[in-house]
């Protein structure tokens, strides 16, 4: 079972919309015992909190429920149970590079590598926008999100 981090800087937006968007796909593709996703901030500004309620609306008019999550912080342990840290942005890979281990440095990457139709490293965060940032994200989310399901069973498949 591959186990992928999203990781933003509150996890209020857009780490958990990237894994709304992933279990979506997971369920969708039929590959509920192959993956396991989750969530996090590089701070703790918002532990415990729901997502951000413009994020939770744009998601759910796509079918996603984000009303179960709640914002959590990167803890050391993640980087030994995770097989990939998947940050949304440079500063957040830059973080996440400086809490792990160098042994671990290999889990780490940016989120929009596996995009096919997006050609940026970044999702922007919408916090401060309007609605079109939040659409904005989760289209991303689902080409990035595509994009990692589709390389990680590549992968898979190479190794039997």
Do not use: W
């Amino acid at each position: 079972m591959s186990r992928i981090l999203f990781v933003c800087m509150g996890n209020i937006c857009r780490s958990p919309t990237a894994e709304g968007v992933m279990n979506k796909i997971i369920i969708n593709n039929k590959i509920k015992n192959l993956f396991k996703v989750d969530s996090a901030g590089t701070y703790g500004y918002h532990m415990g909190e729901r997502p951000d309620p413009r994020t939770c609306e744009a998601a759910l008019r796509r079918g996603i429920d984000l009303s179960g999550r709640r914002a959590r912080k990167v803890v050391p342990e993640d980087f030994e149970h995770f097989d990939l840290l998947l940050a949304m942005d440079r500063d957040n890979l830059a973080l996440l590079r400086r809490g792990a281990r160098p042994e671990h440095h290999h889990k780490l990457g940016l989120f929009m590598h596996y995009a096919r139709r997006f050609e940026v490293d970044e999702v922007p965060d919408p916090y401060y926008g309007g609605e079109r940032g939040f659409e904005l994200v989760l289209d991303m989310a689902e080409d990035a999100g595509q994009g990692l399901i589709e390389t990680l069973l590549e992968q898979k498949k190479g190794q039997r």
